[in-house]
């Protein structure tokens, strides 16, 4: 429980703005179900560094295949972190991860090892990249409020309160995008201020310049059909199982944790809202559509170098690709 006095403690400091992280560092992200681990085990192994995950829900214990996170015997061959530091019945925050990050760094580079972050969660690589502002700790009660009006007056309604008070957030974040837009209000609600007005320090940066930034990027159709695989393999492997060990352990899942894909549908699942295949194939779908936004964001960051994939290409062949370019902006 140690790790919860910690970000209790950080509350504070979250709300300043935090830097982004060391130019040295090496950055490995993708999609999900792009082949990050086995390329990022040889990629550490060649640089001799060590990683920190980049995944916002493999810092959770006990989500371990639905997260697909490193196996025990992975996390051997190199010193791993940011891996099972909180009970999944616990929040966190972006802000919270670059604080800790910015800590791992120092301890890593202090023991003359290199920093490879490996993992496909756009908004921590984003932070890593840009820095960011820290923003009021959550209002609960305010969000609580917020979800009320939406189910009363629909998300829309929820939009046009937004264009009131922060147009420029409002052309940003799509009526859809709920969790943006109740965030946004939020900090108005908190500070007087519109989010986009103390963003614009860190929204300004169209590039952070750092050099070893590598993205594993496939065809379309081909990682369609590795999201099929790796959920199929994940129900076999005993998904349900897990959740309801989860469910068990700790009543229900924090708020964060939930966000992961494949979690919801598994404890809707459990609570009787749809059949085993209908879940299956419901966590198909939103993990595509996952990957289609992590795409998007990936997108937004020029300094990713992308690493074209194909089913030819082995793990050795895309370490040998990132070490090649490296070499040509060293």
């Not at 393999?233 to 009543?251: D, H, I, N, P, T």
Request: aromatic share 8%.
């Amino acid at each position: 429980m140690a790790i919860c006095r910690v970000v209790a403690v950080m509350t504070e400091k979250e709300r300043e703005p935090i830097p982004a992280i060391d130019d040295n560092c090496w950055f490995l992200t993708g999609p999900t179900a792009s082949g990050k681990t086995s390329a990022a085990l040889l990629l550490a192994e060649r640089i001799d560094a060590e990683i920190i995950s980049l995944d916002s829900m493999a810092i959770y214990r006990g989500m371990n295949i639905g997260t697909a996170k490193p196996t025990l015997q992975e996390r051997s061959r190199v010193v791993h972190h940011m891996i099972d530091i909180l009970d999944p019945d616990e929040p966190f925050s972006v802000a919270a991860y670059l604080i800790h990050a910015h800590r791992i760094v120092d301890e890593i580079i202090q023991r003359g090892k290199k920093v490879l972050f490996v993992g496909g969660t756009p908004m921590y690589l984003k932070v890593l990249l840009r820095g960011i502002f820290g923003g009021p700790a959550a209002d609960w009660e305010f969000r609580k409020q917020v979800e009320e009006q939406v189910e009363l007056h629909g998300k829309e309604a929820l939009h046009r309160q937004l264009a009131m008070i922060d147009p420029i957030s409002a052309h940003k974040f799509h009526p859809n995008d709920i969790r943006r837009v109740t965030r946004a209000l939020e900090v108005y609600h908190l500070t007087g201020q519109p989010i986009s007005h103390q963003q614009q320090e860190f929204e300004s940066q169209n590039s952070s310049g750092k050099k070893f930034v590598f993205q594993l990027s496939w065809p379309r159709k081909i990682l369609h059909q590795r999201i099929e695989d790796r959920v199929e393999a994940m129900f076999k492997a005993g998904l349900v199982r897990e959740v309801e060990s989860l469910l068990e352990s700790y009543r229900e899942l924090g708020r964060t944790a939930l966000q992961a894909v494949g979690y919801r549908e598994v404890v809707e699942y459990l609570q009787g809202e749809r059949g085993f295949d209908e879940t299956k194939q419901q966590v198909v779908h939103h993990t595509r559509r996952f990957a289609r936004r992590q795409e998007t964001w990936f997108r937004g960051f020029s300094e990713c170098r992308q690493i074209m994939m194909n089913k030819d290409l082995s793990s050795v062949d895309v370490v040998e690709q990132i070490l090649g370019l490296a070499k040509q902006v060293e």
